[in-house]
């Protein structure tokens, strides 16, 4: 595993909050599969001090009265949401995969490199006008992301924003997103 993190890092909070999390994310070659070079984030969830200046981070740029509730996106997005949750004092809502919802909820299907995938989000989640601040790990080609937002948007809430660690802007996910602002603390 080498470090991604270099000079002239760039994201959308400025570069000393991109630099923090390209300094904790591990280039993991050939995962899952031969070619891919997997952006690994758990080095930045196991460093407390670290982790809590990337939560702060996500608050100061969104606000803390700006969402009444945080949805993660399963599964690295709940370490995300929670956290973000509990420093703002608001709840913390799932979008699960397929099947482990234990109530009526939403699905929304997705294309995949090599599929189609599925998330669900309980019906009941928020009531109308509910501002939600999605969030995730990594946005890549924007297919996880875009169903999740209409997943919030189906069951009633506003998506009041949209924020990633790490951006792969090479893959078009922003631009998939598009109007709807994306939030990367780091973009490579």
């Given at each position: 595993?080498?470090e991604?993190?270099?000079a002239?890092?760039?994201?959308?909070?400025?570069?000393?909050?991109?630099?923090?999390v390209?300094?904790?994310?591990l280039?993991?070659?050939?995962f899952?599969?031969p070619?891919?070079m997997?952006?690994?984030?758990m080095?930045?969830?196991?460093?407390?001090?670290?982790?809590?200046?990337?939560v702060?981070?996500?608050v100061?740029?969104?606000?803390?009265?700006s969402?009444?509730?945080?949805?993660?996106i399963?599964?690295?997005?709940?370490?995300?949401?929670?956290?973000?949750?509990?420093?703002?004092g608001?709840?913390?809502?799932?979008?699960?995969?397929?099947?482990?919802?234990?109530?009526?909820?939403?699905?929304?299907?997705?294309?995949?490199e090599?599929?189609?995938?599925t998330?669900?989000?309980?019906?009941?989640?928020?009531?109308?006008?509910?501002?939600?601040?999605?969030?995730?790990?990594?946005?890549?080609?924007?297919?996880?992301a875009?169903?999740?937002?209409?997943?919030?948007?189906?069951?009633?809430?506003?998506?009041?924003?949209?924020?990633?660690?790490?951006?792969?802007?090479?893959?078009g996910?922003?631009?998939?997103?598009?109007?709807?602002?994306?939030?990367?603390?780091?973009?490579?």
């Amino acid at each position: 595993m080498t470090e991604t993190h270099s000079a002239g890092v760039r994201g959308d909070s400025g570069p000393q909050v991109a630099e923090l999390v390209a300094s904790r994310v591990l280039d993991v070659p050939d995962f899952p599969k031969p070619g891919v070079m997997f952006k690994d984030l758990m080095p930045l969830f196991a460093d407390g001090t670290v982790f809590g200046q990337v939560v702060d981070g996500i608050v100061a740029y969104h606000g803390r009265e700006s969402f009444d509730a945080v949805v993660g996106i399963e599964a690295r997005g709940f370490v995300i949401a929670a956290a973000v949750a509990y420093a703002t004092g608001v709840g913390v809502v799932p979008v699960r995969k397929a099947g482990k919802l234990p109530r009526p909820a939403y699905s929304a299907s997705y294309a995949l490199e090599y599929g189609e995938a599925t998330l669900e989000l309980h019906e009941d989640a928020f009531t109308a006008g509910h501002r939600v601040l999605v969030v995730d790990d990594v946005l890549a080609t924007g297919g996880t992301a875009e169903a999740t937002l209409d997943l919030v948007e189906r069951a009633g809430g506003t998506v009041a924003g949209f924020t990633v660690l790490l951006e792969l802007g090479f893959l078009g996910g922003r631009e998939r997103l598009a109007p709807r602002p994306v939030h990367a603390l780091l973009q490579v």
